[in-house]
C-alpha cells in the first residue's frame, strides 16, 4: 500500500506493507510490533479510544494516541479492556473518561474500520491511468472546492507561445489604452538611446501585460530620429482619459535597454531605474 494515511496500518500483514512516499518509510507487522507493541489489526482499537480529528472520529476525551497504545497493548481489545475497567480505578480521571464514553468508542471503532469486503467488479486494467479532460476535471475541482487541485488544473500559459504586437499609430495606441485600463496593471519597460530617465532619447515603450505577451509603442520612426521630430499625436495618447483611472495601477521599476542612435553604434551595456 502506498500512503501517508495512518489508518492504513490496520491492513498491515505478512503479505502487504505499508510505504509513506511523504516520510519514505516502510511499515511491515515487525516494525509495527516493534515500534507500538501490538499487531496492525488492533491499531482500530487505538483509533477508537483515541479518535481521530481529520476524520471526525471523537475517541474518549483526553486519550491520545500514546496512552491509546499502552492500553491496547496492555489490554489486547477495546473490550477486554472494558471488562478490567477497575484496574485502573487509581487512574481517576482516565478511569472516569473511559467509564462515560463506552458507546462513543465503540462508535469510533466502527468509523475507523477500514471495509476490506466491499464488492469490486471492476480489472486491474480498468484501474489504469487513461487522458482526461483538464477542463471538465477543473470545473468539478472548482464545484467541490478542493482549491489546492484547481490550482494544479487552472490553465497556464504555454511560454512557447509569445505575441510581440507593435503599436504604430494613435488609434491602435487608443486601443491599447482600454486594453490595460482592463488588465489594471502593467510593467512599463523603456528602450533608450542612454543610461539617463526615459526623455528625449526614450526610443520605445513596451508594455508586458501578460506573461507571454507584450505590445511595443516606439516613439521614433526608422531611422531614430530627435525627440523634437517625433510625432506629437503618439505621445498624446498617453493623455487619453483611460489611462488616468484611479484603477489603473503600473508596476514599480522600469528596465532600462541601451540601444543604438545610429547604425553601427550599439553599446551593449545597460541599467535600469525606478518610475517616479
Request: positive net charge; glycine residues 6%.
Amino acid at each position: 500500500m502506498v500512503t501517508g494515511d495512518k489508518d492504513f496500518i490496520q491492513l498491515v500483514t505478512e503479505r502487504c506493507t505499508l510505504w509513506d512516499p511523504m516520510k519514505d518509510t516502510v511499515q511491515d507487522v515487525g516494525r509495527i510490533k516493534a515500534e507500538m507493541g501490538i499487531e496492525p489489526k488492533q491499531f482500530i482499537d487505538v483509533l477508537g479510544l483515541a479518535g481521530d480529528t481529520s476524520d471526525n472520529i471523537p475517541g474518549v476525551a483526553g486519550v491520545g494516541p500514546k496512552t491509546a497504545t499502552e492500553l491496547i497493548a496492555k489490554f489486547g481489545s477495546i473490550e477486554t479492556l472494558y471488562d478490567n475497567l477497575d484496574s485502573l480505578k487509581t487512574k481517576r480521571k482516565l478511569h472516569e473518561n473511559l467509564s462515560q464514553s463506552r458507546d462513543l468508542v465503540l462508535l469510533s471503532r466502527k468509523l475507523a474500520t477500514i471495509d476490506r469486503f466491499v464488492p469490486v467488479t471492476e480489472t486491474m486494467e480498468d484501474f489504469r491511468l487513461i487522458p482526461y479532460n483538464t477542463q471538465e476535471a477543473f470545473a468539478l475541482f472548482q464545484e467541490l472546492e478542493f482549491n489546492t487541485l484547481m490550482a494544479e488544473f487552472a490553465k497556464k500559459p504555454d511560454p512557447s507561445e509569445k505575441i510581440y504586437k507593435l503599436i504604430t499609430n494613435l488609434r491602435e495606441l487608443e486601443k491599447l489604452a482600454h486594453v490595460l485600463e482592463n488588465k489594471g496593471i502593467f510593467a512599463l519597460d523603456t528602450e533608450t538611446t542612454s543610461k539617463d530617465r526615459p526623455g528625449p532619447d526614450s526610443s520605445a515603450f513596451p508594455f508586458p501585460i501578460w506573461r507571454t505577451r507584450a505590445f511595443i509603442s516606439p516613439w521614433a520612426t526608422p531611422p531614430p530620429v530627435r525627440w523634437s521630430n517625433r510625432p506629437k499625436k503618439i505621445f498624446s495618447g498617453f493623455s487619453n482619459p483611460s489611462l488616468k483611472t484611479r484603477r489603473l495601477k503600473r508596476s514599480g521599476r522600469i528596465s532600462n535597454t541601451i540601444i543604438s542612435s545610429s547604425p553601427g553604434s550599439a553599446s551593449p551595456s545597460g541599467g535600469s531605474h525606478s518610475t517616479p
